[in-house]
């Protein structure tokens, strides 16, 4: 199995900036693509942003040129540099891996970490 960890999360004003990360653990991880999925309250789980072990990303259209996804391979790491926060990107904030994230319609694979909220005040 694969055990996903995250953290950074925080409260912070409009226009600031967050650093989340994701540890993972796990024989196979290194084979799977990453990213991130939020949740706000009363919302659907949405698809942030994705990279593949290879570097490829993916980002959905409304934090693009704002958020940036990387990874470290040799440590297991996957990251979300959040840039120019706005109220509506306050979610909680989910890394995920999987076979299928690493692409423009990505599928979230069955690993989850637990969450970590992000609140972006006005």
């Known amino acids: 199995q694969v055990q996903l960890v995250e953290s950074g999360g925080g409260l912070v004003q409009a226009g600031g900036s967050l650093r989340l990360s994701c540890a993972a653990s796990?024989?196979?991880?290194?084979?799977?693509?990453s990213g991130w999925f939020r949740q706000a309250p009363g919302k659907e789980r949405e698809f942030v942003a994705s990279?593949?072990?290879?570097?490829?990303?993916y980002y959905v259209d409304s934090v693009k040129g704002r958020f940036t996804i990387s990874r470290d391979n040799a440590k297991n790491m996957v990251y979300l540099q959040m840039n120019s926060l706005k109220p509506e990107d306050t979610a909680v904030y989910y890394c995920?891996?999987?076979?299928?994230?690493?692409?423009?319609?990505?599928?979230?694979?069955?690993?989850w970490g637990q969450g970590t909220q992000v609140t972006v005040s006005s």
């Open positions: 990279i593949t072990w290879r570097g490829n990303t």
């Open positions: 995920n891996a999987g076979p299928a994230l690493g692409s423009i319609t990505p599928t979230p694979g069955i690993y």
């Open positions: 796990g024989r196979t991880f290194s084979s799977y693509a």
